[in-house]
């Protein structure tokens, strides 16, 4: 059993920082990607960054620029500094760990934090 614990959420205003972070624990395995999804009110849940192991960082268009997605070294944490906030950005925040597995992916998620953007 895989527990991701987000943090750093809060209420922020407009251009202002944050930094989000999730932390596995429980049966830890070899993620084959990490990264973070948000989901605005009436939207649907949205890919925002994915570090992909061996592989780039892919962001989303609406992010490119402001947000960095970064990890530790032991693949169980990964971080999403958020600069330049717009109101835009408010949502819940969850993070996503991978396995993929020959029978296809194992996806892991937080429970989601909340970020708000506004003055």
């Known amino acids: 059993q895989v527990q991701l614990v987000e943090s750093g959420g809060g209420l922020v205003q407009p251009g202002g920082s944050l930094r989000l972070s999730c932390a596995a624990s429980?049966?830890?395995?070899?993620?084959?990607?990490m990264g973070w999804y948000r989901q605005a009110p009436g939207k649907e849940r949205e890919l925002v960054a994915v570090?992909?192991?061996?592989?780039?960082?892919n962001y989303a268009d609406s992010v490119k620029g402001r947000f960095t997605a970064s990890r530790d070294f032991t693949w169980n944490t990964v971080y999403l500094q958020m600069n330049s906030l717009k109101p835009e950005d408010t949502a819940v925040y969850y993070c996503?760990?991978?396995?993929?597995?020959?029978?296809?992916?194992?996806?892991?998620w937080g429970k989601g934090i909340l970020v708000t953007v506004s003055s």
């Open positions: 996503n760990f991978r396995r993929v597995l020959t029978t296809g992916n194992m996806d892991y």
């Open positions: 429980g049966s830890i395995f070899s993620f084959n990607a």
């Open positions: 570090i992909i192991r061996g592989g780039s960082t």
